[in-house]
């Protein structure tokens, strides 16, 4: 019978698996940030703009049958829960900075291009800031 081999991972090894992991997280979190904080297609709303509706909204209500004020009270439910979410801006300074950290090695390891960082929204100054260049491939 033929003795198994046991396997050992060098500390390079090990040392290059936990720094992509890294570089992985830092780019998620970063790539997340952006996604959540993308502005929305459309008219903008407004503090005010919400406001207004919810005033509408409790109007109507008086008068609606069972069905229209279901419907109603859901929109209010979403509107007071967008107008609890313009007050809170996300700060995506420290996952930017993170990003910029590690974004050069983590593409070139990866093979990610300039234009692949911009279309998936990372802006073009973040992407100077981290050292990637057009000219990269």
């Keep these: 019978m033929a003795t198994k081999k046991s396997r050992t991972m060098t500390s390079e090894h090990k040392?290059?698996?936990?720094?992509?992991?890294?570089e992985s997280r830092a780019v998620k979190?970063?790539?997340e940030a952006l996604e959540r904080n993308r502005p929305k297609r459309g008219r903008k709303r407004t503090p005010e703009?919400?406001?207004?509706?919810?005033?509408?909204?409790?109007?109507?209500?008086?008068?609606?049958?069972?069905?229209?004020?279901?419907?109603?009270v859901q929109e209010r439910l979403d509107l007071l829960e967008e107008l609890e979410r313009l007050?809170?801006?996300e700060d995506i300074g420290a996952a930017e900075a993170e990003f910029v950290a590690v974004?050069?090695?983590?593409g070139?390891?990866?093979?990610?291009?300039?234009?692949?960082?911009?279309?998936?929204?990372?802006?073009?100054a973040?992407?100077?800031?981290?050292?990637?260049?057009?000219?990269?491939?």
């Design 15 to 22: 040392a290059a698996i936990a720094a992509g992991r890294t």
């Design 29 to 31: 979190h970063y790539l």
């Design 49 to 72: 703009s919400i406001t207004k509706r919810l005033d509408v909204i409790d109007r109507q209500l008086v008068e609606a049958d069972v069905v229209k004020r279901l419907s109603l």
């Design 87 to 89: 007050g809170e801006q």
């Design 103 to 106: 974004a050069a090695s983590y």
């Design 108 to 124: 070139e390891r990866k093979g990610i291009s300039y234009g692949a960082w911009r279309e998936v929204g990372v802006p073009a």
């Design 126 to 137: 973040v992407l100077r800031s981290a050292g990637i260049s057009r000219s990269q491939a």
